[in-house]
């Protein structure tokens, strides 16, 4: 760190520790003017007391550059984080929680000024803050987009395996009825669920209903048969149900090998063949759900 440098981190350093009810004041005050991020005042002046304090923590005992900073100290790459998280669920948009860590510029740059109007001084301090607010800024936004994310694929996950139900048509009898396109997230789901309901009822057949699935080329029935590999794996028997005439034309045209597969025309074809497999009456007729 050269002389520069340290000046400027005393600057601020002091400006922290002897102006921090200010420059708190006045971050609240221009998040509250510049961004809608639904929190309230008093919440906000806690958050800032407690980041300008690791802020200054920071300053005070690290020879990071300031490019790093933020990222160099836990406490304050987490304080940082939450700020952004806290902003997400308040429905702030990703926006609005970079320009409230940039707001801080300001509030930073003001307490400066009035502690020194020389602007040869100035200037450094302003590319110092300007390096340190931006690593916040930056961090904060990533923050935010990876909780999206997560949220993204949780729902993602929960709206699969709403989509693929495994049904419990009959005494060791399961279903899966397919709707829509059947991809590799698609089909490991699928194939959960499935092996976790064959433990469950101890079923000794499974029916996989591709009806509402509206083609099937190489890379669906790659999936198809990996799933009925892996329920032959736990001791079952595994129907392929819904095969219609331009089903079986387009897998016969690819050249698919579905022959050491169990087709069916019907999902009550491939019923009634579980039963007669099963040794069983008849079902009568009603199913129940099983997750």
């Known amino acids: 760190m050269n002389a520069s440098d340290a000046a400027v981190r005393d600057r601020l350093t002091t400006a922290l520790r002897e102006r921090g009810d200010e420059i708190a004041d006045r971050w609240v005050q221009l998040q509250q003017e510049r961004a809608a991020i639904g929190i309230g005042e008093g919440e906000l002046r806690e958050e800032a007391d407690a980041l300008l304090v690791l802020l200054g923590g920071a300053l005070n005992n690290s020879d990071h550059g300031m490019d790093s900073l933020v990222d160099a100290h836990r406490d304050l790459r987490e304080a940082v ?94 279903a899966v009825p ?66 219609r005439p331009s089903i079986a034309q387009t897998i016969a045209q690819l050249g698919i090998d579905l022959s050491t597969i169990l087709t069916r025309a019907t999902l009550a074809d491939a019923l009634a063949a579980a039963v007669e497999m099963t040794g069983q009456d008849s079902p009568a007729t009603g199913a129940t759900a099983s997750r």
């Not at 194939?191 to 080329?217: K, S, Y």
């Not at 079952?236 to 819904?242: E, K, R, V």
């Open 81 to 174: 984080m939450e700020l952004s998280l806290r902003r997400e669920r308040s429905g702030a948009t990703p926006t609005a929680t970079s320009l409230a860590v940039l707001a801080l510029k300001d509030a930073l740059l003001e307490a400066v000024e009035r502690d020194n109007q020389d602007p040869r001084e100035l200037f450094p301090a302003a590319l110092t803050i300007n390096r340190l607010l931006d690593e916040a800024a930056a961090l904060s936004f990533n923050a935010y987009v990876e909780r999206r994310e997560q949220i993204i694929q949780r729902q993602s996950r929960q709206l699969l395996e709403l989509s693929t139900p495994v049904v419990h048509l009959w005494k060791q009898i399961l």
């Open 178 to 243: 397919l709707i829509g396109t059947l991809d590799t997230a698609r089909t490991q789901v699928v194939m959960e669920n499935l092996l976790q309901a064959i433990e469950t009822h101890e079923a000794r057949v499974a029916i996989i209903d591709i009806t509402g699935v509206p083609t099937v080329d190489t890379a669906v029935a790659q999936h198809l048969m990996q799933t009925v590999n892996a329920v032959r794996l736990m001791g079952a028997d595994c129907f392929i149900s819904g095969v």
